[in-house]
């Protein structure tokens, strides 16, 4: 039991430590929007410059599995339509869903033709973003800014322990 909660107070610090660090919780974003948007008539390059990808966000693919597919492919591939040298095929059961795990450029078509209608999508992921800057009419070194940044987020942690260490 002693180790079990010490596993789950490491747990716990690392999840905690790593909200704080990136600021930032992983977005699901649906390909060419919509539940089923992975289809021959959305415009994907529209689609993808209206949207912002970081490290740790995830692309949703809603497609016909009878008709479609979703290859990752290099530039090269993805300018010609060829998906004969693919690097993965996404393609699982049409409510897919794919991490992105680096800043880089990622690309991706349907196979059987349908690249040449237009199925075929680039995203560029950045770096997670810093958290956000403080307000312009707040001093960002105040002692409310401190306390709801750091200090209030430690001490409910600390309470946590707390409980933990004496009922368990």
């Not at 039991?1 to 107070?9: A, F, N």
């Not at 974003?29 to 289809?39: A, E, I, L, N, P």
């Not at 693919?61 to 008709?67: A, E, R, S, T």
């Not at 237009?118 to 306390?147: Q, Y």
Request: hydrophobic residues 35%; glycine residues 8%.
């Amino acid at each position: 039991m002693d180790g079990l909660k010490k596993i789950l107070i490491r747990l716990m610090m690392v999840a905690m430590s790593m909200k704080m660090v990136h600021g930032r919780d992983p977005v699901r974003h649906d390909v060419g929007g919509g539940r089923y948007g992975w289809k021959p008539d959305v415009n994907f390059s529209e689609w993808s410059n209206h949207q912002l990808f970081y490290v740790g966000d995830w692309l949703y693919f809603g497609f016909d599995k009878n008709l479609y597919s979703v290859l990752e492919v290099n530039k090269t591939s993805y300018e010609k339509c060829n998906e004969t040298d693919f690097m993965t095929n996404i393609t699982r059961g049409g409510r897919d869903v794919f991490e992105l795990k680096e800043a880089r450029p990622y690309y991706f078509i349907s196979g059987r033709g349908f690249c040449f209608d237009g199925m075929k999508v680039a995203v560029r992921v950045e770096d997670t973003p810093p958290a956000p800057a403080p307000s312009p009419g707040k001093n960002s070194g105040s002692p409310s800014s401190f306390l709801s940044q750091i200090l209030l987020p430690l001490l409910t942690t600390s309470v946590f322990l707390i409980f933990l260490s004496k009922y368990y």
